[in-house]
């Protein structure tokens, strides 16, 4: 582009017919569905389907002798449940929204027929020429013609350096990725400098609208979704066959054995319409009463509860959900991949090791303040040579402001020691610049002029004559040990910064670095991101739970394979190390076959995360992804767990379903573990609320053809269904996370929430309960314990305090799938409290219910002999735990 073309910009009908051809500068949102409109449609969310199902039966079939509370209780709970789905989905659109206010400034400057003009962002076209100066954000991906600036391209890429931008030449090639030279993105700030943008995209084609397309996509089914969607098919089922035979063996027993066997009764009572039609009536209520009885209604407000109780819990952890779903696919997950900067290492640069001219390390600043010459000339040079200053941060705390990261670094290595700050006047001073790779500063320190010089090891090297010993003398340097040390180091992955000082007395400036020659070199100082002295640990538990981790970042393959291996990612079976290139080399399924070998990406792009994230689903991983950026959000949303950075954008924020608020890995792996307790709380309630509701099921069925017509009362069963639903919920949200959970693998995304542990101990245990319950009404030698009566009432008593006795009992059994019965109760008060309240109301309730509950005082006997009996469930569930065991191996929950 020559001179008098940027100076003139475009036509007014040339802006019109770009327009025409390209769109104008705006993210397009897709169309929202309204909160209501989600509502009705997570009204088909299987499990809620069968609580309509039973609200439905409830209010036609038996509107007689309906129990109008459980009704409204079922009512609550599909309202409760569906509200707060809703309200989940309703809020993660807000990413989009967010990221539309990131965009900044709603102007922006273009030169048009010679004029420079402000215009509207979203009246940008291609082709316009774009004015940017320090301070604003860029409206439209496009090519700098003009001037040279610095931008901060960390939302967009997740690199947190300062990237320098130059005029397009003619010679350069072309390239359109962030790390161009001379290509600039929508929505990055220009920090200095300034220049005019030729725009070549605008709106959605920018990458910032790439971002924002994905964002707005719709993810899959999370986990546990899938799970309880599998739990409601088997539930009907049982349900359904439970119902067919109980209706069955109701009219076996009419037709069939009240007749005697009779075959000219049979006929009889076959051939009789209204006889037939009401007892054929009865029998599809009794199927359908079974059908009520069988679905656990509690389980979407005991869901609802965990997830809140250990939200709460969580906060503690520095861990913030913001989707309550993302707990339980947290427990799911077994791939995840993770930033390095901030999450894995410290995210600023800090001082490492230390080396003398002749090679010696010193491992730490503490050590090298025995090498008194040398410290102190490199505290000088912190101080003097340097644009960072000493002061506190927002947090009030002492910290280097200002400056680049080199500057901050060197200057905080001393500032904790060194309270007071050298004597020094400056008479010239060079900032550092990535052409010259070094900065120098000529200060006046006792009298004398003294040069101070920092950077890049082949800058200054070169210049260097001698180096100060540890003993402080000044002796001649040998260069090609230097070289060796600063070989080694880069290899490592390290940064290496040569600090030298000169005699001043013959400069006058320090602009030229040929000035000057015979420099003295005070040390080699290697500059680094610490790993998180925490983040091995973290690693080690992660893969420990069976979850493979792969570390993505923007550093060269050295540095990403140092780190790797330093934080122990890099391991048996999880080797393989590729550059952001490798990849985009790579078909689809050849980088399928890579994933579960992966460890880390290097000089990762944008578009790598979503790619692996996406990949990683096809091979039906539960996947993790960590991120910070606007350039994460896609990924973060994609994946089936996002955890965003406590100090990231509020775009990836609301893109994630989980904010790291420290940025640590370990609070990622406290998440695992709660989403793994939530899991497994689920299964138990289901596994006590089951084998409950096939007592009540059982007893109800067999009871009337023993002669007993109503062994519990409505009254009395709204007790029961209080305790199984909202009691019992309660006192599994309050279940403490094991460590043990993490030495489990990870649970498939389709694996049922029934498994063969929880079938064995529904069946068993309900089947016991129930034979136990016929037994105390029938067998003579325990009914005859109970005072006789007309109407039976303390009988019946008894055998309602025995329900509710072996109901609790119960609960102990579900609670642990270890043989230890009270194993970690201490660590759950909630459970202790509320089961005891329980029972301590029960026996109010036998002594006090009265007409009300139908019940009648016992004597202290009777409501021992009660009480044991209901302790039976202990040891028949000891006995099952073993054989379980002896065949199954420990498998449980």
């Not at 670094?409 to 001393?414: D, N, P, R």
């Amino acid at each position: 582009m020559n001179q008098s073309e940027r100076l003139v910009g475009l036509s007014r009908a040339e802006v019109e017919k770009s327009r025409r051809e390209h769109g104008r500068n705006l993210l397009s949102p897709t169309k929202k569905k309204s909160f209501m409109r989600k509502f009705f449609e997570n009204l088909g969310d299987p499990v809620v389907k069968i609580l309509i199902g039973a609200l439905i039966i409830n209010v036609i079939f038996m509107f007689k002798r309906a129990n109008w509370v459980e009704t409204a209780g079922i009512a609550v709970s599909i309202l409760l449940a569906t509200f707060i789905s809703t309200l989940s989905e309703h809020g993660s659109e807000g990413a989009f929204d967010r990221l539309c206010r990131e965009v900044g400034q709603t102007n922006c400057r273009v030169i048009r027929e010679g004029e420079l003009v402000e215009i509207d962002i979203g009246d940008v076209v291609v082709g316009d020429l774009l004015s940017v100066v320090a301070g604003e954000q860029i409206s439209a991906d496009g090519i700098l013609v003009s001037g040279e600036l610095r931008t901060d391209q960390s939302a967009m890429t997740g690199e947190s350096k300062e990237i320098k931008k130059r005029a397009r030449t003619r010679t350069d090639r072309e390239d359109l990725t962030p790390s161009s030279p001379y290509y600039c993105l929508r929505g990055c700030t220009v920090i200095s400098g300034g220049g005019v943008i030729k725009v070549s995209k605008v709106g959605d084609s920018t990458m910032l609208g790439g971002i924002s397309r994905e964002i707005q996509t719709d993810t899959r089914s999370s986990p546990l979704k899938i799970r309880l969607e599998k739990l409601a098919g088997q539930i009907s089922v049982l349900g359904y066959i439970l119902a067919a035979l109980v209706a069955l063996v109701y009219l076996f027993n009419i037709f069939v054995i009240d007749s005697a066997f009779d075959v000219g009764i049979i006929k009889y009572k076959l051939t009789s319409f209204s006889y037939l039609f009401s007892h054929l009536f009865h029998a599809l209520t009794l199927a359908l009463t079974v059908v009520v009885v069988a679905v656990p209604e509690g389980l979407p407000m005991m869901i609802a509860v965990v997830l809140s109780s250990n939200i709460k819990r969580m906060v503690r952890d520095q861990v913030l959900v913001r989707k309550p779903v993302g707990i339980e696919a947290a427990g799911s997950m077994n791939i995840l991949f993770t930033d390095k900067t901030g999450t894995l290492t410290e995210g600023r640069l800090s001082v490492g090791e230390i080396y003398l001219g002749d090679g010696g390390g010193i491992s730490s600043i503490r050590q090298f303040k025995t090498c008194e010459r040398a410290y102190e000339s490199y505290v000088l040079g912190a101080y003097a040579n340097s644009s960072s200053v000493p002061g506190k941060n927002k947090q009030g705390i002492r910290d280097a402001l200002g400056g680049n990261s080199t500057d901050k670094a060197i200057l905080l290595s001393v500032m904790g020691a060194e309270r007071k700050k050298p004597s020094y006047e400056i008479v010239d001073r060079l900032e550092f610049d990535s052409a010259r790779k070094y900065s120098a500063a000529l200060i006046s320190n006792g009298g004398k002029k003294k040069i101070l010089i920092k950077g890049a090891p082949e800058r200054i090297l070169p210049r260097v004559s001698g180096y100060i010993s540890e003993s402080g003398e000044i002796r001649p340097i040998k260069k090609s040990v230097c070289d060796e040390v600063c070989s080694s180091l880069t290899r490592q992955g390290k940064r290496v910064i040569a600090i030298a000082e000169g005699d001043g007395s013959y400069i006058s400036s320090c602009r030229d670095l040929s000035a000057y020659d015979g420099l003295t070199l005070i040390c080699l100082a290697t500059l680094e991101d610490k790993i998180r002295y925490e983040a091995r640990g973290a690693v080690e538990r992660l893969c420990g739970a069976g979850i493979g981790v792969v570390m993505i970042t923007g550093d060269n393959r050295d540095t990403a394979e140092s780190i790797a291996r330093r934080c122990g990612i890099i391991r048996e079976g999880r080797d393989i190390v590729l550059t952001g290139n490798d990849i985009s080399l790579m078909s689809d399924s050849a980088l399928k076959e890579v994933i579960p070998h992966l460890a880390a990406v290097a000089r990762a792009l944008p578009n790598d995360k979503s790619r692996l994230v996406r990949l990683s689903q096809e091979l039906d991983l539960v996947v993790g992804m960590t991120g910070d950026g606007i350039n994460d959000a896609p990924a973060l949303k994609r994946a089936d767990v996002g955890f965003s950075m406590g100090s990231g954008t509020q775009v990836a924020k609301d893109a994630g379903d989980i904010i790291i608020i420290d940025n640590n890995l370990s609070s990622i792996a406290g998440a695992v573990l709660y989403g793994r307790t939530v899991f497994k709380s689920i299964r138990k309630f289901i596994s006590l609320q089951l084998t409950m509701n096939l007592s009540a099921v059982g007893v109800s069925i067999i009871c009337p053809f023993l002669g007993l017509d109503s062994p519990v009362t409505v009254v009395q069963m709204l007790w029961i269904n209080i305790i199984m639903d909202t009691l019992g919920g309660l006192a599994f949200a309050g279940e403490a996370p094991l460590e043990s959970y993490m030495k489990e693998k990870p649970k498939r995304r389709d694996e049922p929430i029934l498994c063969g542990y929880m079938v064995n101990e529904i069946v068993l245990c309900g089947a016991f309960t129930v034979a136990l319950c016929i037994a105390f009404l029938k067998v003579p030698e325990i009914s005859s314990i109970f005072r006789s009566a007309s109407d039976n009432i303390y009988l019946l008593t008894g055998f309602f305090a025995l329900f509710i006795f072996a109901s609790v009992f119960n609960c102990f059994n579900a609670r642990t799938d270890r043989l230890k019965l009270l194993s970690g109760i201490t660590r759950n008060p909630a459970f202790i409290f509320i089961m005891v309240a329980v029972l301590l109301v029960q026996i109010a309730f036998v002594y006090l219910g009265g007409a009300v509950l139908r019940t009648a005082p016992l004597t202290l006997t009777e409501l021992s002999i009660t009480a044991a009996l209901a302790l039976c469930v202990f040891p028949f569930e000891l006995i099952r735990k073993l054989l379980w065991r002896l065949f199954f191996g420990k498998r449980g929950y």
